[in-house]
């Protein structure tokens, strides 16, 4: 059996859709567990309603609002059934066939893990781009992984940091005690995921494209701007900058490798979505440039040049407004 694992939030403009997609997966032998904590619309109802007509439908419920997605999912996972666990976002969907070809791929060896791509979409399902490495691959020892990373010298390093597009064997996750971290707004997925692989799992790596990611402006995970963003950001892309030290024997590939941490996870592009005072703004940004694990990556990777760039036109800007 497939747990899926679902946090919600007042999620009532797209939960019905995600559920539907998990319904409608072609392997039918699951379990949904759908966590509602403290929705305040009619997230409850529509949980309900889907319970109601699939047994396979479960209901949790956490009374406490916390936007802390983490803490909602290790309540799920203390119920979960599964010998296998994949988790989904409230306004994200897969592709009917997402639960069939992971289940065969992790079960091809005895693995760990599996991992597909997956889409980027708008409000309107429109794909604005794909995010997926170059071919499919088993990984599995140092040169397994020393091969996954040279895939991220030029593919998104999302495919590996995001929770949403693979597929977990239960028994991995016990035997190392993993759990998600319980006080992380945005990045809880990459911090964990950085725990997860410094494990070392044997996974199947595959290039299609099996979950659809709604980015639409306004959401928890894109286009907005919590004060301390840069924290959970910075301490994400660091944990991954120390695997690309472990993993990729080359130099030259570690310092490109880190390079794209820098301006992938925490990109200072994102400030620009704070809603602060301009006072606000400039001491965030001068929190978020002194924070060790951030100015330690920029330096890592070299990009001092690219950053002091960055901040001449950021203030510039500034400057005009005022």
């Given amino acids: 059996m497939i747990s899926i694992i679902t946090s919600a939030y007042n999620a009532e403009l797209t939960l019905a ?19 509602n904590h403290g929705s305040t619309d009619s997230t409850s109802q529509i949980i309900d309603q889907f319970a109601a007509q699939d047994c396979r439908v479960k209901h949790l419920t956490i009374e406490t609002n916390s936007r802390y997605i983490g803490r909602a999912l290790n309540y799920a996972l203390q119920f979960a059934k599964g010998e296998y666990i994949a988790f989904l976002d409230a306004d994200d969907t897969y592709e009917p066939s997402f639960l069939d070809v992971m289940l065969t791929n992790i079960e091809h060896g005895h693995l760990d893990l599996a991992v597909c791509g997956f889409h980027r979409v708008n409000e ?61 707004y945005v990045h809880g997925d990459a911090l964990f995921q950085a725990k997860l692989l410094a494990h070392m799992p044997r996974m199947y790596c595959s290039s299609d494209a099996l979950v659809n990611w709604r980015c639409v402006l ?10 301390g963003y840069y924290k959970e950001a910075a301490d994400a892309a660091w944990a991954f900058s120390k695997l690309t030290e472990r993993f990729l024997l ?49 330096t890592k990777s070299g990009a001092q040049a690219k950053i002091n760039q960055y901040l001449k036109t950021y203030i510039e800007e500034k400057l005009e407004e005022i």
């Fill in 250 to 298: 080359d130099q030259n590939m570690q310092k490109s490798c880190c390079e794209r941490l820098l301006f992938s996870l925490p990109h200072l592009q994102r400030l620009r979505y704070y809603q602060g005072s301009l006072s606000e703004q400039c001491s965030e940004l001068i929190d978020w440039i002194t924070y060790p694990p951030y100015w330690n990556l920029v």
């Fill in 17 to 35: 859709q995600t559920i539907r997609s998990v319904l409608a997966q072609s392997c039918h032998n699951i379990e949904y567990l759908i966590v």
């Fill in 124 to 184: 309107c399902n429109k794909i604005i781009r794909t995010d997926t490495i170059g071919s499919s691959f088993l990984v599995s020892g140092p040169n397994g992984y020393n091969q996954l990373w040279q895939q991220f010298l030029t593919a998104s390093f999302g495919y590996l940091y995001v929770w949403w597009n693979k597929l977990y064997r239960r028994s991995f996750l016990d035997k190392n005690h993993l759990q998600f971290p319980e006080d992380s």
């Fill in 218 to 227: 306004g959401s928890s995970s894109y286009g907005t701007y919590k004060k």
